[in-house]
């Protein structure tokens, strides 16, 4: 009756196809066809078809378009992902986010709307309304 519902996996984060090496600093845009880490600072846009993880330490502004994202470090900016996010006790995050499954962890930060997407999920909700005027009776 109360299963888990699938989650979307981040990809096996062991192999790292694109890295952003903890002393470096890269301005524009980067488009990765694989699993991408960023362990410095980023400014501009990203892209990556598969998944995105931005380590503790590194700070990153940006527009971020991805399938998943682990964030551990300081992200600034919009993010639109078809998987999930997954924000760490370490994370910080600011900005608008659209994502499929969002988990934030005890202790990460996070400023902005979010925008749940995909097939369970559904802006048109119809909501119970519960009378709160009624007349309760006492037990005893």
């Known amino acids: 009756m109360f299963g888990k519902r699938s989650e979307p996996t981040i990809a096996n984060t062991d ?9 470096a600093e ?4 980067i488009k ?8 410095g600072n980023f400014d501009g ?10 380590s503790e330490g590194a700070k990153v502004t940006a527009e971020l378009k991805a ?12 993010i639109q992902l078809d998987g999930k996010l ?5 994370g910080k995050v600011t900005g ?3 994502v499929g499954t969002l988990l934030v962890e005890d202790g990460a930060f996070f400023d902005g709307k979010c925008e749940m997407l995909g097939a369970g999920h559904k802006p048109d909700l119809n909501l119970v309304e519960i009378n709160r005027n009624e007349k ?3 037990p005893t």
């Open 15 to 23: 192999r790292v196809d694109t890295i952003l090496g903890k002393n």
């Open 26 to 29: 890269f301005n524009g845009k």
């Open 32 to 39: 990765s066809s694989g699993l991408m880490r960023i362990e």
């Open 45 to 54: 846009e990203l892209e990556c078809d598969e998944d995105l993880i931005i």
């Open 67 to 78: 399938r998943n994202a682990i964030i551990a470090g300081v992200f600034q900016g919009n």
């Open 86 to 90: 997954e924000i760490k006790n370490t």
């Open 96 to 98: 608008d986010i659209k």
């Open 136 to 138: 309760k009776t006492n």
